[in-house]
């Protein structure tokens, strides 16, 4: 998932900083960039909100940054620590 190492290399993260910020090793986050396993629901709605960016565009399905206007009810649960 080579959009994933873009957003966080536009950030000047580490693997390591963002594997923790979802609470995994950096293996386990780097297996996520390289596209070697499948990212899961809630950390990938993590990284759109740390991010501020859009499913869609993790997933290459869009090319605009921007999220619409987001549901605050359903993921407010999740917290998300910014940097």
Do not use: W
């Not at 390289?34 to 869609?56: E, M």
């Amino acid at each position: 998932m080579n959009r994933l190492r873009e957003i966080r290399e536009d950030r000047d993260l580490t693997q390591r900083q963002v594997g923790k910020i979802l609470g995994l090793k950096h293996s386990s986050y780097s297996d996520y960039e390289r596209g070697k396993c499948d990212i899961n629901t809630k950390n990938l709605i993590k990284l759109a909100l740390f991010y501020d960016v859009s499913v869609d565009y993790i997933f290459y399905l869009t090319d605009e940054r921007k999220p619409h206007k987001r549901n605050t009810n359903y993921y407010i649960n999740i917290k998300v620590e910014k940097k």
